[in-house]
């Protein structure tokens, strides 16, 4: 863009040349990459708890654990501080008390023996929850955690099952096809509100 005859025009302007130097830094390159990289995954968790086809709260822990994954995935080194934020955040502010009980309560992770997150914070989780709500027959609570953990006497009954393995929510797991969804609502260029540089003025 910087380096068009277009833009050349422009150049004897003191922050045209400002921005050519900051384009053809690379560091800005380096910076707008790492951006992507620690956005992406906290975009894809938001807009699936924007999703109004079905209640959410049982995936949001899951979706909280992809996001930070998705970074430890990539250079640690670089990407520390910003995984220190998110963890302060879901720490101190998401409750994630609330969302690894709702994690644990869901049937379509709960059942999934491959994949469940085995976490000590996640039964932990629960169980904070559950002192804090249930001020009596705690013990009665317990047992049916325990009847669904193993799936007992009405868990185990085949309708169950069925239920379990399709309550993920649509387009859960299928990240690509929720970014083309997000393409298609992406609002189009309206040409009538381009600017002149010239003059800075809607044309």
Known sequence: MVSCQDFKRFLKKDMAKQVKQVILDERFWNSCNIIVQVGTPLVRLLRICDSDEKPLLGYVYEGMY?????????????????????????????????????????PAFQY???????KTEVLSGLLDYIDTRVDTGGNKAYNEISLYRDRQKSFARPTAMTIARSTRPEGELDYDEMEELLEEEMPRYDDSLSFDPETDKRR
């Open 66 to 106: 992809r996001a930070r994954k998705a970074l430890f995935c990539s250079k640690k080194r670089l990407y520390q501080q910003y995984i220190d934020i998110i963890n302060a955040r879901w720490d101190k502010i998401l409750r994630k008390s609330l969302h690894a009980a709702a994690y644990y309560l869901n």
């Open 112 to 118: 999934d023996k491959e994949f469940f997150c085995e």
